[in-house]
């Protein structure tokens, strides 16, 4: 408990806490978009579950430390496959372990984006007649995979910013309960306006191939795209403070 008698501890404490809640954002819709399916009565449960599986993904992948650092080991390489022979090519499409979890977690993200998508373009929500009851297991199970997928991001960052395991837990501990205690709001807001849900599918699809993108080394600047999403917001908020006014 020494380190947390040094002040740099704290300021490192709260600067990765606030970027885990910022990492943490795309979660959450996420996570209020699946959870939405659920019947009512569920709902929250299912959010609070699956952040709580969030947060112990985070801690276990936080103690295997020594295991995620490896992940970026190359398994093996596709470029023999795709007859490409420039080094270049070569070193982006050596496959380790941590790109196999990023494709695979960005083809899921812009299978469900674009499935959700569809279904609000269809009308599929308003069908009520044709709604599936979800089943309640079958949809955390779907929240843990791309919980896999969101805290490598977030242990990665973690690890290039703290030297101490315990500053790492504390910061998720804390940005997860701040995460749980707002979900609710998020849900609420995101589910009451169409729009904004359209607007949070789009940020998932754009997130989705991102991390395509991530697994083979075309690295896409975090600051581009949450500059892009803060931008959409903006105009967003403004579009509903435009549409407020015409109601009343």
Known sequence: MEIFSNPETWISLITLTVLEIVLGIDNIIFISILADKLPKDQQAKGRRVGLGMA???????????????????????????????DAEWVEKLAISGRDLILLIGGLFLIYKSTHEIHGKIEGDDEDTGNVKAHSFWGTIFQIMILDIVFSLDSVITA????????????????????????????????????TVKMLALSFLLL???????????????????????????????????????GDS
């Open 159 to 194: 690890v290039g910013m703290a030297d101490h395991v315990e500053i790492m837990i504390a910061a998720v501990v804390i940005a997860v309960i701040i995460m749980m205690w707002a979900s609710g709001s998020v849900a609420n807001f995101v589910n009451k306006h169409p």
């Open 207 to 245: 997130i989705g191939v991102s991390l395509l993108a991530e697994a083979f080394e075309q690295h896409i600047p975090k600051g581009y795209i949450y500059f892009a999403m803060a931008f959409s917001v903006m105009v967003e908020m403004l579009n509903l403070k435009v549409k407020s006014k």
């Open 55 to 85: 947060l112990i993904t985070r801690i276990l992948l936080l103690l295997s430390i020594s295991w995620v650092m490896r992940l970026t080991t190359p398994l093996f390489n596709i470029s023999g496959l795709l007859g490409i022979t």
